[in-house]
């Protein structure tokens, strides 16, 4: 009765150890990464002024023209990108919805496509959704959880069509020196790939370094797109609504396939982004500057546990220590500190091969929840070495 499509695509493990916390008492969930903040009271009145104004009807298919000119200009101002908002813009729902929208447009059946491992389950679940071979890059702990550029070099075959970039990276937290970068760029154009930039975490770096985005390098603006979200930068993942950037040939390919899936995202919130990039930044400065306090608090924490080998995070707002010490598979450890100390985490191979050893804590809850984490861990995890 079902199409074989069915049969590639795996629920995301990170709901399974969600949803097997649910209803316990006394336990730290520290699975999803929810930003633990409300979206600024500035957006929401942007929101409910567009639904009194008349804002509720359709809207062109890649967005309303006034939201993508406010797009183009923080493109601008922010990732030193010059993109046309007629042409080069298209407002999606939600990252996922450029995520899905890119893969359709670009990946044919056999085409291989090079993506992050450790890495957001969505990049390799689209590439198998259209036929095409996914084919993971490692992200290594002692390059702060980044690739060299040089390590392309033997995964790129005559099949190789695109590459998956995402930094800040889920679920690692890890950056790419701009070094690097500029060496990917260059190993893009020699190949003639397509790059696919996941930027939803750009604004989340605690390292102190500006966002790059890699269309802003010369030559790459006419082969990468680039995709934002408003869900964690405005803390607004309810809303659905974020945004791709690119060449006209491929962003108007993916209006015209969002015309027969969802037509646009909801007018409400093309207004609430408009807004968000439009007003004051301060929310998000202060948002930003809480996470790096925390970053802090979960490292230092992390990091005097016996047992425990954890690389700083550079950005988003996830840590990711080693904890193949303990001997343990990553599932079963997460299962353990579950049952035995309440506190819900990740387990590594929820995000590939190369996960497998480490965990992902998402550090967007306060402090004091974080405080009382490490402590239920610190007194557990070392016992297991014992
Ligand atoms: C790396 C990455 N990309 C894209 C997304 C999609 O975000 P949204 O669809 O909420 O904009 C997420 C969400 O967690 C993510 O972690």
């Not at 209006?255 to 995202?265: D, F, N």
């Not at 929310?283 to 802090?296: A, G, H, L, P």
């Not at 550090?363 to 009382?372: G, Q």
Request: aromatic residues 8%.
């Amino acid at each position: 009765m079902l199409a074989k499509r069915n049969q590639v695509i795996t629920p995301s493990e990170i709901r399974k150890m969600f949803n097997m916390a649910k209803g316990r008492e006394n336990a730290l969930d520290m699975t999803v990464g929810l930003p633990d903040f409300e979206t600024p009271q500035y957006i929401k009145d942007a929101a409910k002024r567009a639904i009194d104004e008349g804002y509720t009807k359709y809207t062109l298919n890649a967005g309303m023209i006034e939201v993508r000119e406010a797009l183009a200009e923080k493109l601008k101002r922010e990732n030193n990108i010059e993109a046309d908002p007629k042409t080069e813009i298209v407002c999606t729902g939600g990252g996922m919805g450029s995520l899905l929208l890119a893969n359709l447009v670009l990946v044919d059946p056999g085409n291989q496509v090079i993506y992050p491992d450790p890495g957001f389950v969505s990049h390799p679940a689209h590439v198998t959704l259209c036929g095409g071979e996914g084919v993971a890059i490692q992200l290594k702990r002692d390059l702060g959880f980044s690739f060299e550029a040089d390590d392309l070099k033997p995964l790129i075959t005559d099949k190789t069509k695109l590459l998956v970039v995402n930094f800040p990276n889920n679920p690692t937290g890890g950056t790419i020196p701009r070094k690097q970068l500029e060496k990917v760029a260059e190993i893009a154009i020699e190949n003639e790939l397509v790059v696919l930039s996941d930027e939803a975490y750009e604004k989340f770096r605690s390292d102190g370094e500006k966002p790059l985005s890699i269309a802003s390098l010369p030559g790459m603006k006419e082969r990468t797109v680039t995709l934002f979200s408003f869900s964690k930068t405005y803390a607004m993942t309810g809303w659905r609504i974020g945004f791709s950037v690119g060449p006209s040939e491929i962003i108007s390919r993916m209006v015209k396939l969002q015309e027969h899936v969802i037509s646009m995202p909801t007018s409400i919130s093309q207004k609430a982004a408009e807004a968000a990039v439009n007003g004051p930044q301060d929310s998000v400065k202060n948002m930003i500057e809480t996470f790096r306090k925390r970053r802090d608090i979960i490292t230092k924490g992390l990091q005097s546990i016996e047992g425990i080998e954890l690389t700083p995070p550079g950005g988003a707002f996830y840590v990711f220590p080693d904890v193949s010490a303990y001997g343990i598979a990553s599932w079963d450890l997460a299962v353990k500190l579950l049952e035995d100390t309440g506190v819900v985490t990740v387990h590594g191979s929820a995000f590939g091969k190369y996960g497998e050893g480490f965990l992902r804590i998402c550090y967007a809850m306060s402090n004091e929840v974080i405080e009382e984490a490490i402590q239920r861990l610190d007194s557990y995890l070392p016992n297991l070495l014992k």
